[in-house]
């Protein structure tokens, strides 16, 4: 930023408004007067274009999941219901598939953390600045190669015979360990680029200070790192938790004969024809996603993600 | 906080470790765009380039591509203007209902594909009545990429405080000629970063895609989903996923250094 | 049918939601359809639009060499625009738009159209390539109604019964796949075809082994006949490995030997290298898909729709365009003009014997398409629903 630390080209860029002064510009000065409108103006069509294009989507997906499908002509009948509900409440298969997703999903999100953690410690802290490019390089490339394709080669890597078993390590064959390799493995650079830059964020100067007044290096990591390091590893939890939780296409691939609650609302709402039940079912993670973003908000992590 | 040789070297061995584990089915899928075995079986038969060939004239793959490119470059352009909005917002102001624009922000990513997809696709036909297009996944793909501006234009903001943007304005310069020369340059690296994030998730988003993609609105994911099951279709696609890993190092290169030059002054 | 693109499917399946969406409002007004057939035809009108299964229509732009859409352009000056779709359901909603002219349709899609008016009935006699396509194609359930076709042939395919000679001693009876004792010793290696509509295969089954149940076609079923094949199906799920919906990924596990019996379709078989897996009609009969061509009771351009549906139905491009899918064609002409001059012979074309065990994919409706009046038979909905609980 040195550009701007020293304020003379600024200046020298820009000497006329200087001289002429805010009063010349009305809606300048009436901007920097007036508190709400700037705030109106930098929020109206941000806000404008979450709540037309998402909210309202959301909203209409709630109503949609009270309605049913007329069995005869296929159309949706808009009589309210909680038929949907209690189909989700009253046959197990929901109940298992949803503690089967979630189950995967939390496996997934601690799995990349634990990996992340090291990872971004070492390319924030250890390594040197030409090396920590080479590495943030190395990790941000795979996401260039196609989600589907990556899938694909895990697939073949599992399989039997494949990579896995070529080289003696063995593979689980095809199944939910399966899936969670292949998620982890997916997911890792949104993980671990989070956790990196609030470690980057970590002043080295904190870390000698600590050490310097006799801190032992794990006490360091504990109380200065790791609370220091909450956002990262929220918001990569959040995004490798929540990318499992609605994926339908790696379980088809690597899953073996199970389901997760992605295939449920991609079966329902297609094939099936049944739009409401789907957005029954599509209910499910949102509610698990809002409980968790509730429970990380108490801990005030969300303001600084 | 002085780390050990052993505790450095360990970390360095475990860094290592896993980028090795995570080139490793790259690997494979080089091998298998080279891999004369159409149904792409390990280990691989024979040497062929005739998947690159095919790869060569290929005019879905050329077209798809075009076509993600500029889903990408849009959905970016105003994520960039409406993450920056919201950021400097949230960030430089606090206000009635604050934590629940927060939480609006990071809900189209903090939900799952599959909902965010179907949700999009209803009030896309059903509420507000219009055809799908490529439009309508400029759409979808903006709304979940705002986040990725957001996170980093904010993060940006808080570090830079408000002392610059106060001087500014005492020395008379009105709130847009702060903006344009003193806040702007200064958010500029965190620009990029989120713009190539969010770029980066675009290019390579397939459920919400489906969703939201109307007649002929092939992005390149759609294309590999529509080509990948097809035995002698899959190994292009294979060649399609080298050439974008080759080709994608040099904007991730440049993107770093450019940050990189940033944060040395730092 | 039967995707033979399946992967296509799902992502195009996707797009059903579009129709499924509740609130739009889809369809134009009765005054635009016309469901009398034509009597003779008119002038070109310079451009067709076709919905179709994915390779169907194929144009070079997904492989250069495969492409029987220009020639048509070239001969007819009618240019083709042509949309993929993944289920039956999304093709029914994307039917009613109007849009389309041409329809490629399952028999589990054709009546429907029907019955909607969103079908044109078709006079035979201006499609001259109708001639040659085979007898037992025409004028069957799913293609005509009252005496009126709404649909010329377009190639056909049986759910076959694949085995690794290594693993499992030939079966002659779909019981390798429905039996425990069969079962037992190839746990987590049995495939099955993962769809609501693979439920019939289970029904067949227990058409011919348990007759008590009183199934007379394996897609009408009562709630009991529902619940006894959800029942097979949910003792064949505990040996499952993976069930299988794209193509690919049926053929690598065969070859890996991460699967070695299952349903599977010939054109699958025909991409395995591996010389022990082999198939076989089962003593039961199979499933199995016979797609038509329908007219759009909507369509702007009926002229050149008549001309695609004749083209299409041209030996050369029948020949092409089922060799490309990897079903039999619809006529001895078209067998002729393979590359493959086995093709014909492997798929069975023209095979009455063969076709008579098969019972072609219908969708299941509350009226049971068996004829019993005194039930109700249970509907795609019941069997998508039953589907996710045997998956679990």
Known sequence: MSHVADPSPVLDKAPAPALRGPAARPVSRLLHRRVWLRLTLLLSAPLAWMILVYVVALAALLITSLWSVDSLSSEIDRTWTLDNFRTLWESDVYRRVTIRTVSVALAVTVIDVAIALPIAFYMAKVASPRARRMLVVAVLTPLWASYLVKVFAWRIVLSEGGLADWSGIGSPGYGLTAVIITQSYIWLPYVILPIFAALERVPDSLLEAAGDLGAPSPMVLRSIVLPLLVPGIVAGAIFSFSLTLGDYITVNIVGGANQMLGNLVFVNAGAANNLPLAAAIAMIPIVVMLVMLTAIRRTGALENI | ?266 | MKSTFRSGRVALACLSLVSVSVLTACGSSDDDKKTDEVEKLGKMEGKVSILAWPGYVEDGSNDPNVDWVSAFEKKTGCEVTSKAYGTSDEALNLAKSGDYDVIAASGDLSLRLIASDEAQAINTDLVPNYANVYDFLKDTEWNSVDGKNYGVPHGYGANLLMFNKKDVDAPTSWGAVFEKDQLEKNKGKVTAYDSPIYIADAALYLMKTQPDLGITNPYALDEDQLAAAVDLLKVQRQYVGEYWSDYLKEIQAFETGDSVVGTTWQVIKNNIKNKDVDVTLPTEGATAWNDTWMLSSQSKSPNCAYAWMDYILSPEANAQATEYFGEAPNSPQACEKTTDPKHCETFHAGDEEYAKQLWFWRTPVEKCLDGRTDVQCTNYAQWTQAWTEIKG
């Open chain 2, 1 to 266: 906080m002085t780390l050990s040789t052993t505790a450095k070297r360990l970390l360095a061995a475990v860094t290592f470790g896993v980028l090795a584990l995570i080139y490793l089915p790259l690997l494979v899928v080089v091998a298998n765009s080279v891999n004369s075995n159409e149904s792409m079986t390990w280990p691989p038969d024979h040497l062929t380039f005739e998947w690159w060939q095919r790869a060569w004239h290929s005019a879905g793959a050329r077209d798809a591509l075009l076509t993600s490119l500029e889903v990408g470059a849009v959905a970016t352009g105003i994520a960039l203007v409406l993450g920056t909005l919201l950021a400097m917002a949230l960030q430089r102001y606090s206000f009635f209902g604050k934590n629940t624009v927060n939480l609006l922000v990071i809900l189209p990513i903090a939900l799952p594909g599959v909902v965010t997809g179907i949700a999009l696709n209803n009030g896309f036909r059903g509420i507000l009545g219009i055809d799908l297009t490529l439009w309508t996944i400029v759409i979808a793909h903006a709304t979940f990429c705002i986040v990725t501006v957001f996170n980093n234009v904010q993060a940006r903001l808080r570090r830079m405080g408000t002392s610059l943007e106060e001087a500014s304005a005492d020395l008379g310069a009105g709130v847009f000629t702060t903006f344009r020369l003193v806040t702007l340059p200064q958010l500029r690296s965190a620009l990029l970063a989120g713009g190539m994030l969010a770029f980066a998730l675009s290019f390579d988003e397939i459920i919400v895609t489906t969703f939201t993609a109307g007649d002929g609105a092939t992005t390149l994911p759609i294309w590999i989903l529509n080509n990948m099951f097809r035995p002698n279709q899959a190994p292009v696609v294979n060649v399609v996923a080298v050439v974008l890993i080759v080709f994608s190092i040099i904007p991730v290169w440049l993107a770093q250094r450019l940050s990189s030059d940033v944060d040395a002054v730092r």
